[in-house]
């Protein structure tokens, strides 16, 4: 497989364009909705994907939940991880009813500078024309896209807990489910070549949140289609105190800070300007990173391999400080979010315990970081390096919907706010 492209480093932050700077001419601003981080297709141990495969004479149809509502409503695609030309031969969206079901009425056709139908360069992206569709947050949208000619292996997000369709020929723009009878079971999901939605119009919304980090933020253990991971129920958190922002997850389960893996995606200080940064209007970031740096730092299955330098605390600061600059220097604040306890899970060890205890100590008690939220005190029993029995899937590491919300809970909303 042809590696992508080189991304920008950290250092190149506070260079690298935003895509919500509104084009030349227009006043229109627009607001992140929902994302997700894009990946290298690969095998996933754990289950069932259609990323290696691709997509041939297919409509997929695509369900997320916005977390910003507006009157005008657009997507991103990426091809980040193609190695040649991605060919979409059309695209809709709409307010969606029940599983692959669109609310009647509601279904627009999206386009792409005026065409029906568009193809993304290898490693790019493209980005729909507005089309009109009031939307409130917290609000399910469903976006299909049909590829007439075979797409080759897809750029994806790996884990999204939610059920996506599939269906033989061109339903774009059928309301209803009869077609999209093709899922993947059981149900974990993927999202394909979707990267975000954004939009505009309505009550001007306040600079986002974006939660960084691995699969705690990426939400497995969430309920499949329930929305309950933490970034989730920040969201619902903070319009429920009549402080309502958009909370953006940029969660790669297995993503490591300091490394890339094969199951993982690129090192968080190799993505965190793509993935946190370039999104639209950021305000804030909750960095939440380093367990899988420490569980799984000899796993050559992951991609690390065996001959990767010792992590220590030493390096995995090193690491914290290389997003805080790049934050600072694009006037983003950040939050650091202290390593959740994992001793019971099958990558727990002595020596990665105490890792955890020094970076959790440096995160609480150094200042690097604008503010501090501790998921760790949030989560543990009260010896500190267990999770609670009642907030956990069962493998001492993955957090139940019970503990995404108290996950949620932990996070004080004023230090949101720059």
């Known amino acids: 497989m042809s590696a992508p492209q080189p991304r920008p480093s950290l250092l190149d932050a506070a260079s690298s364009a935003q895509t919500s700077r509104p084009a030349p001419g227009t006043d229109t601003v627009w607001h992140g909705a929902w994302t997700t981080p894009a990946m290298r297709p690969s095998t996933a141990p754990w289950f069932a994907t259609w990323a290696e495969q691709g997509f041939h004479n297919h409509s997929l149809r695509q369900i997320v939940r916005v977390s910003a509502g507006g009157t005008t409503v657009r997507i991103r695609l990426s091809n980040a991880y193609g190695t040649a030309p991605l060919r979409l031969a059309g695209a809709s969206i709409g307010h969606t009813l029940s599983g692959a079901t669109m609310q009647?009425?509601?279904?627009?056709?999206?386009?792409?500078?005026?065409?029906?139908?568009?193809?993304?360069?290898?490693?790019?992206?493209?980005?729909?024309?507005?089309?009109?569709?009031?939307?409130?947050?917290?609000?399910?949208?469903?976006?299909?896209?049909?590829?007439?000619?075979?797409?080759?292996?897809?750029?994806?997000?790996?884990?999204?807990?939610?059920?996506?369709?599939?269906?033989?020929?061109?339903?774009?723009?059928?309301?209803?489910?009869?077609?999209?009878?093709?899922?993947?079971?059981?149900?974990?999901?993927?999202?394909?070549?979707?990267?975000?939605?954004?939009?505009?119009?309505?009550?001007?919304?306040?600079?986002?949140?974006?939660?960084?980090?691995?699969?705690?933020?990426?939400?497995?253990?969430?309920?499949?289609?329930?929305?309950?991971?933490?970034?989730d129920l920040l969201a619902a958190r903070l319009i429920a105190a009549g402080r309502p922002r958009p909370v953006l997850n940029a969660g790669i389960g297995s993503n490591k800070l300091l490394t890339a893996s094969a199951l993982g995606g690129d090192a968080g200080i190799a993505r965190f300007t793509r993935d946190v940064l370039d999104q639209p209007r950021v305000g804030t970031v909750i960095a939440l990173i380093g367990i899988n740096d420490l569980q799984q730092s000899d796993d050559a299955a992951g991609g690390?391999?065996?001959?990767?330098?010792?992590?220590?605390?030493?390096?995995?600061?090193?690491?914290?400080?290389?997003?805080?600059?790049?934050?600072?220097?694009?006037?983003?604040?950040?939050?650091?979010?202290?390593?959740?306890p994992y001793r019971g899970a099958a990558g727990w060890s002595v020596t990665g315990e105490s890792v955890r205890a020094q970076v959790n100590e440096w995160i609480r008690g150094s200042g690097a970081y604008d503010a501090v939220v501790d998921f760790a005190r949030a989560l543990a029993l009260d010896s500190g390096d267990r999770i609670r029995e009642d907030l956990h899937i069962g493998d001492h590491l993955h957090p139940n919907p019970a503990g995404y919300q108290a996950m949620a809970d932990a996070v004080d909303l004023a230090a949101l706010e720059q």
Request: hydrophobic share 35%; glycine share 10%; aromatic share 8%.
């Open 104 to 231: 009647p009425g509601s279904l627009r056709t999206l386009l792409f500078e005026g065409a029906a139908s568009v193809t993304v360069p290898a490693h790019g992206r493209a980005v729909s024309d507005p089309v009109t569709l009031p939307t409130q947050p917290l609000q399910k949208l469903t976006i299909t896209l049909y590829f007439q000619a075979a797409t080759g292996p897809a750029t994806y997000h790996q884990l999204s807990m939610a059920t996506t369709y599939r269906a033989t020929g061109n339903h774009l723009h059928s309301p209803a489910a009869t077609a999209y009878s093709d899922k993947i079971e059981p149900g974990y999901g993927s999202w394909y070549y979707l990267e975000g939605i954004e939009t505009a119009g309505g009550p001007p919304w306040p600079p986002a949140v974006v939660a960084f980090g691995d699969s705690l933020t990426d939400g497995f253990g969430a309920t499949i289609d329930g929305d309950d991971r933490y970034p």
């Open 304 to 340: 690390a391999g065996r001959d990767v330098p010792p992590v220590t605390a030493r390096r995995l600061i090193g690491g914290h400080r290389a997003l805080i600059r790049a934050a600072h220097a694009r006037n983003v604040r950040i939050i650091g979010a202290t390593l959740t």
